[in-house]
C-alpha cells in the first residue's frame, strides 16, 4: 500500500557515517514527535534504503542524519528521484549538509554543502529572516543564541533562507558574511528542510531550534 492510499504517513530515519554528530541519540531526540504527528518510522542504519524505489515511493518523509560517506549511484539516483516525486527530505548539521561529499547530484538536492566551521564551539546569534517571517517554520519565533559549531557553507542561490549567522571579518575574509543556517527548498514536488545547527544534542535544548527542526519535519514531509 502506498502512502497515497493509506491515512498514516511514514517516516524514513536514515542514521550512521561519523559518529561525531551522534547520529542515533540525536536522531531518537525526535523519534516520539514523529510518532505523535501521526508517522509510522522505520530507521534504517544503511544507505541501502535509498536504492530501494519502492520502500521510497511509500515513504512521506526522509530524515537523514548521515555525516560523510559515499552514496552508490543507485542510491544517489533513488534519493534525488523520490524527492523530486514528492517525498520530503529533512536533516541537521552534518548529517546533512557534510554527507556524500563527492556527489554533486545530492548537494544539488540538499542545496548546500559545508566547508568549514572555525574551531571549537562560539557563542553567535541566529537571525530570522524578516521577509519569510510568515513561513511555517520560523512564524512566531525570534532571533535567537546558540553555542555550538558555526558553519561556513557553500549554498545554492535558489534555497529559501529562514536563518543566517555572520562573520566577522579576519585575515581569512576581507569582509563580514552574512551565512545561510537555516532554509528550505523544493525539488521537483518534493520539499528539503536544512539547518546547520545540530551538532550536540544540547544544541536542541534551545527551544527555538527545538521548534524550528520539529516544524521543519513537518514541513518537508508529503
Keep these: 500500500m502506498t502512502s497515497e492510499t493509506s491515512d498514516t504517513r511514514r517516516a524514513l530515519v536514515v542514521r550512521g557515517g561519523w559518529e561525531g554528530h551522534r547520529p542515533v541519540e540525536i536522531t531518537e531526540l525526535f523519534l516520539p514527535f514523529l510518532r505523535a504527528r501521526g508517522f509510522d518510522l522505520r530507521i534504517s542504519g544503511s544507505l541501502d534504503v535509498y536504492a530501494d524505489t519502492e520502500l521510497l515511493a511509500a515513504t512521506d518523509l526522509v530524515v537523514q542524519c548521515w555525516t560523510m560517506g559515499e552514496l552508490t549511484p543507485e542510491q544517489s539516483t533513488g534519493l534525488v528521484a523520490a524527492v523530486r516525486a514528492g517525498t520530503g527530505l529533512a536533516g541537521w548539521h552534518g548529517g546533512i549538509v557534510d554527507s556524500f561529499r563527492g556527489d554533486v547530484g545530492y548537494q544539488l538536492l540538499t542545496g548546500g554543502q559545508f566547508l568549514m566551521h572555525p574551531p571549537g564551539f562560539s557563542d553567535h546569534a541566529v537571525t530570522l529572516a524578516e521577509e519569510h517571517a510568515d513561513h511555517p517554520v520560523i512564524a512566531g519565533l525570534g532571533g535567537f543564541r546558540v553555542h555550538t559549531e558555526k558553519y561556513w557553507l ?65 514541513w518537508a514531509s508529503r
Design 154 to 218: 557553500a549554498t545554492d542561490p535558489l534555497i529559501d533562507v529562514l536563518a543566517t549567522t555572520e562573520f566577522a571579518a579576519d585575515e581569512d575574509r576581507a569582509r563580514p558574511v552574512t551565512m545561510p543556517a537555516v532554509w528550505t527548498r523544493t525539488w521537483g514536488a518534493g520539499r528539503v528542510f536544512v539547518s546547520a545547527i545540530g551538532h550536540k544534542p544540547d544544541d536542541f535544548d534551545v527551544p527555538e531550534v527545538r521548534t524550528l527542526t520539529e516544524r521543519g519535519l513537518l
